[in-house]
């Protein structure tokens, strides 16, 4: 069911027999789940072809991600125009940083680009660590319980702290280094960290982006925290 859900909100509006061929699934299926996806509201039909239905759109509104992701998507796109470079933002979840948004920057023929919902460790790159250096000491002890060097973990997100950022290199993506900063929200917690991703052949001049980074950060900041 949810991947029929996911379909049409990817793809949609589609028929019962365009949606039964994607999922690759019987066309009998996919109807009975359309239907009931229907009766409660989360697809909507307008003649043959399914859309997202109302239910989803009012619980989106309820979500302070989706409201967030909404708020920096725009201030995400102007940078990624300004840098010619892919801007992303990463979410805590549980042990995770997830990416939840990403604009990708057109400047270059060659350019790195994230899947939204993919998931790693936070402890693994400059999005995660810039989530997690901010972190309560025991939810640090827990997230780094299965690493083997903790010690140089805990240096680096010591080194996150006092500079702001974090950088890494060939950590999630062999030939791909990135720069994150955390934000905060209005109780100055941090759940979320926005970063540049770059290919390794223009690594060398990762840190200029970082005060536009950083502005970047300040300005979903302040948008969020007027919403």
Request: proline residues 9%; aromatic residues 10%; charged residues 10%.
């Given at each position: 069911m949810l991947t029929v859900l996911e379909t049409v909100a990817q793809r949609g509006p589609l028929s019962t027999a365009e949606i039964a061929s994607i999922c690759e699934m019987n066309r009998t299926v996919a109807h009975r789940l359309l239907?009931?996806?229907h009766?409660?509201?989360y697809v909507s039909k307008l003649g043959k072809a399914f859309s997202?239905?109302?239910v989803i759109m009012q619980l989106a509104s309820y979500g302070d991600a989706?409201?967030?992701q909404r708020l920096?998507?725009?201030?995400m796109q102007k940078m990624?125009?300004?840098s010619g470079e892919t801007v992303v933002l990463h979410r805590l979840d549980a042990d995770s940083a997830v990416v939840v948004e990403q604009a990708v920057g057109d400047g270059h023929l060659l350019r790195v680009q994230h899947r939204p919902g993919s998931r790693h460790p936070l402890y693994i790159g400059a999005s995660g660590r810039a989530i997690l250096a901010y972190q309560t000491g025991s939810f640090i002890d827990k997230a780094l319980g299965q690493v083997d060097r903790k010690d140089e973990a805990l240096e680096l997100l010591d080194q996150v702290r006092q500079s702001g950022y974090a950088i890494s290199r060939n950590e999630l993506q062999q030939g791909v280094h990135g720069i994150a900063v955390p934000i905060r929200d209005a109780r100055r917690n941090v759940q979320f960290s926005l970063g540049l991703l770059v290919p390794v052949l223009r690594a060398d001049g990762i840190e200029q982006y970082l005060d536009a980074l950083m502005d970047a950060r300040d300005d979903i900041e302040?948008?969020?925290a007027a919403s």
């Open positions: 239907t009931t996806l009766a409660r509201g997202i239905g109302p989706y409201s967030f920096a998507l725009p201030i990624a125009a300004s302040r948008a969020t």
